[in-house]
Structure formats: C-alpha cells, structure tokens
C-alpha cells in the first residue's frame, strides 16, 4: 500500500498507534513519522566520511535497539534514514548544489511533459569524492539493515496484522 500523507501527523504517536504506519516505497515518511523522527533525525549527519561513519553507526545502532524491542515501525524509520542518508550523500556528490534539476520538473502539466522536463533541467553531475565516500558509508549500512531476518519478518509480520 502506498505511503499515506493525508494523515495529520502533527497530532499521531506511531509508537502508540502502530495500525495507522504504512511503509510505503523508499524513504516515505521519514520526515513526518513520530516519535521516531525526532529519536532519529538528531544523528543523521553526512557532510564528512568520519561524520556519515558516526552518524550511520549511531542510526543502525538505533535499527537494531528497535528491531530488540520488536518496535517494526521504528526499524523501518531507521532504515529509512540510513537510505536518505545514502541519497542525499549522492546527491551532493553528483551535484555541489544538492540540486539535480534547474527546475522541478513535477511541476509539468502531463507525464510526458515531466518525463521532457527532467531531460531538459537536469543539471551536469560533478563527482565529489567526500560526498560518494559519505554515501558509500550509509549504502553499507542501509544494506545491512534491508537485509536483516529480523526486520524482515516483523515487516512481513506489520502486514499481515495491518495490512499497511
């Protein structure tokens, strides 16, 4: 099921409410999940190889004190920091700016204006070893945790209770 944003996350405890998590695609929610994204988000760093090194230690750390509490939903918002860091270390190695398009190209009309549009914008990629360093650490780390038995059987487990 897709990643549900009309939910008022502003007012919704995840860890007291687990029926309303989807886990969506990706990244999905990682900014918007609480209580976890303020547990989480405080280590998230990835400006230096020895930072992304602390930070992805300390945001796995966090993985595996969850996936020992049986607490899915704050694993899977873990591993969603460890994948963000890993795209956003990327990004800022393929673009000093941090920004892949000139423009956003979402903002086309049509599909196929988009799928023009990213052709169009798109900015030239500029390799920055620190940043591809960073994002080699959070790949790592973001694959450990994607391939943990545990974390995928409590995320089979969320499904099958919820459905989400």
């Known amino acids: 099921m897709p990643f549900d944003?009309?939910?008022?996350?502003?007012?919704?405890?995840?860890?007291?409410?687990?029926?309303?998590?989807?886990?969506?695609?990706?990244?999905?929610?990682?900014?918007?999940?609480?209580?976890?994204?303020?547990?989480?988000l405080p280590h998230w760093r990835f400006k230096t190889p020895e930072i992304a090194r602390q930070s992805a230690d300390e945001v796995y750390r966090l993985f595996l004190d969850y996936l020992a509490q049986r607490d899915f939903i704050g694993a899977d918002m873990a591993r969603k920091f460890l994948q963000m860091g890993y795209t956003?270390?990327?990004?800022?190695?393929?673009?000093?700016?941090?920004?892949?398009?000139?423009?956003?190209?979402?903002?086309?009309e049509s599909r196929e204006a988009e799928k023009k549009a990213r052709a169009k914008y798109l900015l030239?990629?500029?390799?920055?070893?620190?940043?591809?360093?960073?994002?080699?650490?959070?790949?790592?780390?973001?694959?450990?945790a994607k391939n943990n038995e545990l974390y995928k059987q409590l995320a089979q487990e969320h499904l099958t209770k919820f459905g989400k």
């Open 88 to 108: 956003r270390a990327r990004r800022y190695a393929n673009h000093k700016s941090g920004r892949k398009y000139a423009q956003n190209p979402q903002l086309e």
């Open 5 to 40: 944003y009309t939910l008022d996350f502003k007012k919704i405890n995840f860890r007291a409410s687990p029926e309303l998590y989807r886990i969506g695609k990706g990244e999905q929610g990682v900014l918007l999940v609480e209580p976890y994204k303020s547990e989480i």
């Open 124 to 144: 030239p990629n500029t390799e920055d070893p620190v940043k591809a360093a960073s994002a080699a650490i959070f790949k790592e780390k973001w694959d450990e």
